[in-house]
């Protein structure tokens, strides 16, 4: 099926019998058109539980249509994985890929096939979030949620997309294989892996405004976006690695424990000690410094694993992080705020993630440095 007049569509799909046919039904309809003599339909399963594929059988087998082919995933491994395995036994010169809720209609494709056929972009990505968009029924929170993961994204990638999440992407075929290649990021982050990836490789990327409507049935869940947020720091310094996530799980196990510390002796310094009931800014200064201490020996000792006797250059280096942690959180937060105007609980996140990708990078390569193996010999301690 390899020439210049082919395409392969790649839907991946978990635990969607109840929305799948009327999609199918509509790619069936605009791949009739004639546009593409040469195509084929891979709906990739993604480990589910309900009847995805004795549907998408279904219809092949109605229709006799020797075209739909359905990839099956032993387990629920992820839509980045899903759309890989798709990809990756795919045979058309041009690939698209479109979520199977169909929530950008399929001949919105023509408006992405331009881009890539006619002047000559590598990948066209499919965007809510520019002038040519058309927008229904996206929720208020999902609204803040995407523009703020979308100003994260750019902020600490670099990548110029004013959205990296739309489902509806085309690919020529090499750029397609070349970046769908050992995916480290299986699950919804795998869309900003892949255009880190296509900038480094130099592919040239095109952002298309497309129509999008809103589906009420998601399986996005708050966890994924979260995760998608942590999954940015990632990519950016390097960190796909099972050892190097680990030691990111326990670098925020150890912000969390210090938050709690902080808190804590707070409030019991205030309501529990005369000395200090009437002097609130004394006992901040002491909950703080507690929490930076525990902050200190628990990071040295168990998110990087330093066991030589702890030395005054760690100890200046760790508190010179902290003073410039602290200056980028309250600078961050005054320019998003007066500078851009962005809604305040918005500043507050993005504040807090920046912050956090400098606290642990300062960290991990400057304030407690070890070579790859001794970090990769420090998780089993």
């Not at 901040?284 to 702890?310: C, D, E, H, Q």
């Amino acid at each position: 099926m390899s020439n210049q007049n082919s395409l392969s569509i790649v839907i991946p799909a978990y635990n969607e019998a109840r929305r799948l046919p009327a999609t199918l039904a509509s790619v069936y309809e605009y791949l009739r058109s004639g546009a593409f003599p040469a195509h084929e339909i891979i709906v990739v399963d993604d480990g589910s539980s309900d009847k995805t594929v004795e549907v998408a059988e279904e219809f092949a087998n109605r229709r006799d249509i020797k075209n739909v082919r359905i990839i099956r995933a032993p387990r629920n491994q992820g839509k980045g994985a899903a759309l890989a395995r798709g990809i990756l036994a795919s045979h058309g010169e041009f690939v698209l890929c479109t979520d199977a809720d169909l929530s950008t209609p399929i001949g919105e494709m023509d408006k992405l096939l331009r881009r890539v056929r006619r002047d000559g972009f590598d990948v066209a990505i499919g965007s809510r979030n520019v002038a040519e968009s058309i927008v229904t029924k996206k929720p208020w929170y999902r609204s803040i949620l995407s523009g703020t993961s979308n100003l994260l994204i750019r902020l600490v990638l670099g990548l110029p997309f004013r959205d990296t999440q739309c489902g509806f992407k085309l690919y020529r075929r090499e750029a397609a294989l070349s970046l769908f290649r050992n995916l480290h990021l299986p699950r919804f982050s795998f869309d900003f892996e892949v255009l880190s990836r296509a900038k480094t490789k130099g592919l040239r990327v095109a952002e298309v405004g497309v129509r999008w409507e809103h589906s009420d049935f998601t399986t996005v869940r708050t966890r994924d976006v979260f995760q998608c947020l942590v999954d940015v720091f990632r990519i950016r310094f390097g960190l796909t690695g099972d050892a190097s996530m680990a030691q990111l799980g326990r670098f925020m196990t150890v912000g969390v424990v210090n938050t709690a510390i902080d808190a804590g002796l707070y409030f019991m310094l205030t309501r529990f000690t005369a000395a200090f009931a009437g002097d609130i800014v004394a006992a901040k200064f002491f909950s703080f410094l507690a929490a930076t201490v525990s902050s200190l020996l628990l990071n040295r000792r168990w998110t990087f694993g330093v066991r030589a006797p702890l030395t005054f250059a760690e100890v200046a280096r760790f508190y010179a992080t902290v003073s410039a942690s602290m200056a980028l959180n309250v600078s961050l937060m005054y320019m998003f705020v007066h500078g851009l105007g962005i809604h305040d609980l918005q500043a507050l996140l993005l504040t807090t993630l920046l912050t956090f990708g400098l606290n642990y990078t300062l960290s991990r390569l400057w304030v407690f440095p070890k070579k790859d193996a001794e970090l990769a010999a420090g998780m089993n301690l």
